[in-house]
C-alpha cells in the first residue's frame, strides 16, 4: 500500500513556474515508477510525465517537453514536477501516481496508488 500527498498547486502568470512535491508513505514506493497526470474540467485526465524507479528514465507529454521536469528523491520518499512557463492550457488538477513495478507507464489505468490532487491555474 502506497499513500500519496501533493502539494505546491496554486495561481501563476503566464509564463511563472510552480513546482509540485508528491509525498509517499509504503514500502514500495522507492522501487515503483511514478507519474504525473492532469485533468481539466470536462476533460479526460491525461498523462504528463513519468519517472522510472531509480529516476534515471523518464517519459514525457510532448505539451510538456521542455517545459517541465520531473524528479525524484527516494531517500524522502518524494517525487517533485518542475513547471516552467506556464500557459494558460497548463491550467487542471494534478495527481501524482504510484505502481509497484519499476518500469514507466502513461496509461493511468497502469497506476494502483493516487494522491488527492492539486489545482494548478495559470491566468493568462
Known amino acids: 500500500q502506497v499513500q500519496l500527498v501533493e502539494s505546491g498547486g496554486g495561481l501563476v502568470q503566464a509564463g511563472g513556474s510552480l513546482r509540485l512535491s508528491c509525498a509517499g508513505a509504503?514500502?514500495?514506493?522507492?522501487?515503483?515508477?511514478m507519474g504525473w497526470f492532469r485533468q481539466a474540467p470536462g476533460k479526460e485526465r491525461e498523462f504528463v510525465v513519468a519517472i522510472n524507479w531509480s529516476g534515471g528514465r523518464t517519459y514525457y507529454a510532448d505539451s510538456v517537453k521542455g517545459r517541465f521536469t520531473i524528479s525524484r528523491d527516494n531517500a524522502k520518499n518524494t517525487v517533485y514536477l518542475q513547471m516552467n512557463s506556464l500557459k494558460p492550457e497548463d491550467t487542471a488538477v494534478y495527481y501524482c501516481?504510484?505502481?509497484?513495478?519499476?518500469?514507466?507507464?502513461?496509461?493511468?489505468?497502469?497506476?494502483?496508488?493516487w494522491g488527492q490532487g492539486t489545482q494548478v491555474t495559470v491566468s493568462s
Open positions: 501516481a504510484a505502481r509497484p513495478w519499476a518500469n514507466i507507464a502513461t496509461g493511468p489505468y497502469e497506476y494502483d496508488y
Open positions: 509504503g514500502r514500495t514506493f522507492s522501487s515503483g515508477a
